[in-house]
């Protein structure tokens, strides 16, 4: 039998600036003060590997409008949010208070949530791992 392997990962560029997820809750405060008012890129791909090869990649692209952010609603996002957001590139999670932070989302809701769910459930019905 074959070991089949699923990854996925997300990165967030706002005008050509790439992020990472942040080192603490100012770094955090720091991102959510460059991203307001902009639009973020958010990157979300998914690989599949059979035996350890890599056998398929795929990815997909959301765009997300980030509203004007002020100092009060940025210090109070983080105090409900801080620090479940740390793991977060993007400083948001879509499934809570990640929403208010946007005026805008364009893209499929498995991007935001961080995989590009669709074309992974096609490759796997190719593979026959689920049916078709």
């Known amino acids: 039998s074959h070991r089949l392997v699923l990854g996925s990962d997300s990165l967030v560029?706002?005008?050509?600036r790439r992020f990472d997820k942040p080192a603490?809750?100012?770094a955090a405060a720091d991102?959510?003060?460059?991203?307001?008012?902009?639009?973020?890129?958010?990157?979300?791909?998914?690989?599949?590997?059979?035996?350890?090869?890599?056998?398929?990649i795929d990815h997909a692209l959301a765009s997300l409008h980030?509203?004007?952010?002020?100092?009060?609603?940025?210090?109070?996002?983080?105090?409900?949010e801080w620090p479940d957001v740390a793991g977060c590139v993007g400083v948001f999670r879509i499934e809570a208070r990640g929403p208010q932070l946007f005026e805008q989302i364009i893209g499929d809701?498995?991007?935001?949530?961080?995989?590009?769910l669709?074309?992974?459930?096609e490759a796997l019905r190719e593979r026959g791992v689920i049916q078709a």
């Open 31 to 56: 991102h959510l003060r460059y991203f307001s008012g902009r639009a973020m890129q958010l990157h979300s791909a998914a690989a599949l590997a059979v035996d350890g090869r890599v056998t398929w």
């Open 66 to 80: 980030v509203r004007d952010l002020s100092e009060d609603f940025i210090a109070a996002y983080l105090d409900a």
């Open 109 to 116: 809701q498995f991007t935001v949530l961080g995989m590009p």
């Open 24 to 26: 603490d809750r100012d």
């Open 118 to 121: 669709l074309p992974v459930l």
């Open 13 to 16: 560029e706002v005008e050509g």
